[in-house]
């Protein structure tokens, strides 16, 4: 994690346990990153032996495909409204003065 002992011995267990988090996520994107690789090089060398369409996912299947499951359904007209508004806010902001 690159901590010194000094550094390591001032955190507090929830600063260390972020800190932690984080590097761990770090780690796991940076494995996912090398076996995604792996999958493209090893389906672009199947691809032209394939006799049907060939698609990534099945080459290799990893726990990280699987799509979640859809937790927000449509914004009803008030919520349309509401975010539209912000939006109109923003854009205000960033308008250049001229």
Known sequence: ???SVHDFSILTPSEF???YTEWRSG???EVQGE???CRWICYHILKPYAAKTL???DVLKF?????PAKETGKMTKKQRTAENKKFK???ELWKDDE
């Open 89 to 91: 806010e923003l854009l």
């Open 27 to 29: 780690k796991d994107a």
């Open 63 to 67: 726990e990280w495909d699987k799509t």
């Open 17 to 19: 346990d972020a800190i």
């Open 35 to 37: 076996w995604e690789r």
């Open 55 to 57: 698609r990534v996912t």
């Open 1 to 3: 994690m690159g901590l």
